[in-house]
């Protein structure tokens, strides 16, 4: 019995000792950067909620199925969370110099540049250029806070920022966009 015994643990031990081959893998190792999209969500969220203070909603939010008597009081509620009171500051000192801007950007005189900014195109008065001024100083100070918040650059808030500026721009602005065939960023009026 001892003879039977020992003879079955010498082959479990002798099957336990198997070898094994570590090879490295045909195809190349492939790595998830899903975290780089996230960061440009929560940018573009920031960029809504700031936008919606200055010009409003893209769309009108429709109430739900069950209307309350709160609805005719309220027609929408923004939630302000995340914002720190000086980009709400500027947002709101953006949505009052804006009625003067767009008429500057129907006219050609201003333009929005590709960080986000506005740029002189054409001539002007020194009030449109201190509004100019002005409208440029309080984006600064949103960018850096959008980017501080969601820890990336400036330069990328920016150039996320410049694409929602140029799209809700209205027809006759110069907008500066890249040319996709030369890779050159050029002047054009947005239609």
């Not at 919606?52 to 199925?65: F, H, M, R």
């Not at 984006?139 to 920022?161: D, F, H, W």
Request: hydrophobic content about 35%; glycine content about 6%.
């Amino acid at each position: 019995m001892k003879k039977g015994l020992f003879f079955l643990l010498s082959i479990v031990f002798i099957l336990g000792c198997a070898r094994v081959r570590v090879e490295a893998p045909k195809e190349p190792i492939k790595v998830d950067i899903s975290m780089r999209l996230d960061i440009y969500q929560h940018v573009a969220k920031d960029i809504d909620e700031i936008e919606n203070i200055v010009s409003g909603p893209k769309e009108k939010l429709q109430p739900k199925n069950g209307s309350s008597l709160l609805d005719y009081f309220v027609s929408c509620a923004y939630a302000q969370e995340g914002l720190s009171p000086q980009v709400q500051e500027a947002a709101l000192r953006r949505k009052d110099r804006r009625s003067g801007l767009i008429s500057l950007q129907e006219k050609g005189v201003i333009g929005e540049n590709k960080l986000g900014f506005l740029e002189l195109r054409g001539s002007s008065s020194p009030d449109a250029e201190q509004l100019i001024e002005q409208e440029n100083n309080d984006r600064m100070i949103i960018y850096a806070a959008v980017a501080n918040k969601n820890g990336t650059s400036v330069e990328e808030v920016q150039k996320l920022y410049a694409k929602r500026l140029q799209q809700d721009a209205p027809a006759g602005t110069p907008i500066e966009v890249l040319n996709e065939s030369s890779g050159v960023y050029e002047w054009k009026q947005k239609s």
